[in-house]
């Protein structure tokens, strides 16, 4: 057994395998499958101050190696989560994060006050890069200027770890991933989902009722490792590398560019036992190569 | 998540297959109404697993019958599936249908293409507990109409085809079953504006109606928020509260 344990920003993770937002539900959804107090860290399903519907059917097609979705933030709101879904998730031996997303800055900073009160949410990730919304959502996340205001006012009310996950829609993410590190963000993660669109051809309608979704899946997976790899290089904080992971190798690629963790989206859909997996596969493999700890292989990949 | 093992693969015509998949262990308990989650491997445009309704169970013989459209990629290529290979499946999943409160209920099951899938299932359940059913059947031309021995075994089949090749001329509405009688039950799976014509038919006989959607999914299980349907509670997921809808709860225009 190598060691798995990493720190990432204010959380201690027992692997560096976590869930990405909007593909694990509450986590509960998995407990069917497997165990999943194993997996290093859950981050739940993105979640706003209010009641939100998301957008009309249809919401998702699939493309070449991916899909794209375009759920538009479908949740019950923030108290909801905190007083129906936060006791079922409470005692589950794992980090659990709550995406946090808004519309407006207040909007963020409210529903973070109310998250900060919560003892066994030890952190939030910060989505300032959802494609699906209309207002907010991405539009935080695409220039440096709201990408470091939303933060610094998050940061203001929200004590505990806060992981801002970036968008891959810009010219140069590692701008914005600097911009919110000097904003007082403990780590950052990406990649979220790449706009994207397709069209039936035969009836010449958009796929997508929004027409434009986020593209997710082994598709998006060299331009996420690439962003991995120059964000890593710019910041100082934690790195949480994600887009298109199936396998452990994929995993360890991300690792090797500089992630200190993963996450695990579009694949739990196609195997819901993926984590485990990948969690052994890890272990696997730094003991394969002669390596005791995680640590050994961030940011390790020879030129 | 299960391997199963493809026992047979059965071309009814050269759209439809029958894909019979058994198992060394005793297959689980499964439902009418309910789905699978097929795993389409060696397929570079296939990621997604493919959602397929739950045929027909052979719990004696531990067989799960699928029955398949070739529509794209993913169904042609489990219609290519050969005896002896093995598939992935995430099964049993979504609700059922709802047995009827009384066994003198006047049922009517009606399906139209690859739709009549579930209600086999569905037939032979009803059979079973004591129930009798009367099966609409429709298709595009006799080609479409699948399984009618089948359905034979658990009640009366009566068939509609666009063409005239198969039963009565026209749509599963348009059938004369529907000018005389009135049923308690009405359950239906099929296309969308078929399933809404029935739902109308349903409606104004004051029939309760179960429709089975196939909204397109991503999981099937709940955690993406992408099959959502819109109903009186907002929007649901129709893998895990459907597929099967009472047509009360829907938000549909009928
Ligand atoms: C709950 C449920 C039960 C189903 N039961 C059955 C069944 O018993 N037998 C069966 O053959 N099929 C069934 N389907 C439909 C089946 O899942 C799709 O036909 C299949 O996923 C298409 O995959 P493909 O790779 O062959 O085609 P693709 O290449 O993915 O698509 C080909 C064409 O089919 C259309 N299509 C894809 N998915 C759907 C869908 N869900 N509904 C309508 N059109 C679609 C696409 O828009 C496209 O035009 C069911 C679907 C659901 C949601
Ligand atoms: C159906 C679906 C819903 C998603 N919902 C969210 C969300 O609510 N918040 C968020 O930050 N990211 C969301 N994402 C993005 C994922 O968390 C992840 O960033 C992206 O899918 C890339 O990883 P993957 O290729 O492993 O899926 C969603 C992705 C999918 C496919
Ligand atoms: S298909 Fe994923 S929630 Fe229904």
């Given amino acids: ?303 | 998540m299960l391997d199963l093992i493809v026992k047979k693969n059965e071309a009814l015509n050269n759209q439809y297959s029958l894909l019979v998949l058994t198992s060394p262990d005793k297959l689980p308990e499964m439902l009418p109404g309910q789905f699978a989650e097929v795993r389409v491997d060696n397929s570079p445009s296939t990621f997604l697993r493919r959602p397929i309704s739950i045929n027909y169970v052979d719990y004696e013989a531990n067989e799960l019958w699928l029955l398949v459209q070739i529509v794209g990629e993913g169904t042609r290529k489990m219609c290519e599936l050969k005896v002896g290979e093995v598939v992935n499946l995430l099964f049993p999943l979504g609700n059922s249908f709802t047995l009827p409160e009384s066994k003198d209920a006047k049922l009517l099951l009606v399906g139209g293409g690859v739709g009549i899938a579930p209600l086999l299932f569905w037939g032979s359940y009803l059979k079973e507990r004591g129930y009798k059913c009367n099966f609409l059947l429709g298709g595009r031309s006799k080609d479409n109409l699948l399984q009618l021995c089948e359905f034979e075994q658990f009640g009366d089949v009566y068939t509609t085809t666009e063409d005239g090749t198969h039963g009565e001329k026209g749509f599963v509405t348009q059938h004369s079953l529907l000018q005389g009688s009135n049923f308690d039950y009405v359950y239906t799976c099929g296309p969308t504006p078929m399933m809404k014509a029935v739902a109308a038919y349903a409606a104004k006989t004051e029939a309760i109606c179960e429709v089975s959607l196939e909204n397109t999914m991503a999981c099937g299980f709940g955690t993406c928020l992408c099959c959502v349907t819109d109903t009186i509670k907002g929007h649901v997921c129709v893998c895990t509260e459907g597929p099967v809808f009472n047509i009360t709860k829907l938000k549909w225009q009928i």
């Fill in chain 1, 1 to 303: 057994m190598a060691n798995l344990d990493i720190k990432i920003g204010k959380l201690q993770l027992k692997n560096p395998v976590m869930t990405a937002s909007g593909t694990f539900g509450y986590g509960t959804e998995y407990s069917d499958f497997m165990d999943i107090s194993r997996i290093g860290g859950i981050i739940v399903k993105g979640t706003t101050l209010r009641d939100r519907q998301g957008n009309q059917y249809p919401r998702m097609a699939e493309t070449p190696s991916g899909m794209l979705n375009a759920v538009g933030l479908q949740n019950k709101g923030v108290d909801y989560f905190i007083n129906h879904i936060y006791p079922t998730l409470k005692d589950i031996d794992t980090n659990i994060l709550v995406n946090l997303s808004g519309s407006t800055i207040e909007d963020y900073v409210e529903a973070a006050e109310r998250l900060n009160e919560l003892e066994k949410i030890p952190g939030i990730e910060l989505n300032i890069s959802c494609p699906n919304v209309k207002e907010g959502g991405m539009a935080f996340g695409t220039s440096c200027l709201s990408a470091a205001q939303v933060v610094r006012e998050v940061r203001r009310v929200y004590k505990n770890d806060m992981m801002v996950k970036l968008s891959p829609n810009v010219t140069d993410i590692s701008e914005i991933a600097l911009a919110v590190e000097a904003e007082g963000a403990d780590s950052v993660s990406l990649i979220n989902t790449l706009l994207g669109m397709a069209i039936n051809a035969e009836t010449r309608k958009p796929y997508l009722s929004t027409i434009t979704g986020g593209l997710s899946g082994p598709a998006v997976k060299p331009v996420a490792l690439r962003m991995v790899w120059q964000v890593a290089n710019a910041v100082k904080i934690p790195v949480v590398g994600m887009g298109g992971i199936m396998n452990t190798a994929d995993a360890i690629e991300f690792i090797l560019a500089g992630a200190s963790a993963i996450q695990i989206g579009t694949a739990n859909f196609i195997d819901p036992t993926i984590t485990g997996k990948v969690i052994d596969g890890i272990d696997d493999y730094l003991n394969r190569h002669g390596y005791s700890s995680i640590n050994d292989i961030i940011g390790a990949m020879e030129v």
